[in-house]
């Protein structure tokens, strides 16, 4: 029934897949937060910058961007983010295309926790003479993830299934196995089944656990 999966690696694809999503969420949580921080600063440039980037990003479709990483970063600028290898350079190029444009959704899911924290609490840490970055960084940030875990979750599967376009540069994930075996194979139903089935595998216990851990450390108020 499933000797069409002979001479594919499905399970490599999927690890790939894995990888990508792993990376682009630590890049993005990384990212993410930066802009959080800036959208609630008192710079008034800084504040600009995140707001332009989420409205503008956010409304770019991520095949725009992880073309845009490919032809115009590498083919045009030469930009092979430190190797020549043609394979890793397309993951690598993907994985910053992933990262800029999940990083403006964590930016806004982050920015929701910020939102969930009493002012009252900045204002008592300024008074006691913290700076903007203390007050963030020990008051304002630790409640605010704790809020944030279920948003955060929501991004973290989008992000998992978004791996997909990554196959329009070459990336050899899951749904560009798909496509080679939709190609090959006369077993449409059954291919996208399988697809269908390990990204269940990877998503549900993503969603049922994270949604546990935000039940756990949810602020009591």
């Known amino acids: 029934m499933f000797d069409f999966l002979e001479g594919y690696d ?3 694809a999927f690890w790939t897949t894995v990888q ?3 990376l682009s969420a630590v890049g993005s949580l990384v990212w993410g937060t930066a802009l959080a921080a ?4 008192p710079v008034p440039l800084m504040r600009g ?3 332009a980037y989420v409205n503008i990003v956010r ?3 991520l095949t725009v961007i992880i073309l845009f990483t490919s032809l115009g970063l590498n083919q045009t600028l030469g930009i092979g983010l430190g190797s020549d290898d043609f394979k890793t350079v397309n993951f ?3 994985v910053l295309g992933l990262t800029v444009y999940t990083s403006a959704f964590v930016c806004e899911a982050i920015r929701s926790g910020i939102n969930t924290v009493p002012v009252g609490q900045a204002e008592a840490a ?4 913290l700076s903007f970055t203390q007050v963030l960084n020990l008051v304002v940030l630790p409640q605010a993830f704790r809020a944030a875990v279920g948003p955060l979750t929501n991004v973290l599967i989008a992000l998992t299934k978004n791996t997909t376009v990554a196959a329009a540069i ?3 994930e899951a749904a560009y196995v798909m496509k080679e075996m939709v190609e090959n194979e006369a077993q449409l139903l059954l291919i996208s089944a399988v697809v269908a089935f390990g990204f269940c595998c990877l998503t549900l216990p993503t969603g049922l656990i994270l949604g546990w851990v935000g039940k756990k450390v949810a602020v009591k108020r």
Do not use: K, S, Y
Request: charged content about 10%; glycine content about 20%.
């Open 38 to 41: 800036m959208r609630v600063g």
């Open 170 to 172: 070459g990336v050899a």
């Open 59 to 61: 409304n770019i479709p």
């Open 92 to 94: 690598r190029l993907a």
């Open 49 to 51: 910058f995140g707001t």
């Open 10 to 12: 499905v399970l490599g």
């Open 126 to 129: 300024r008074a006691i003479g």
């Open 20 to 22: 990508l999503a792993l």
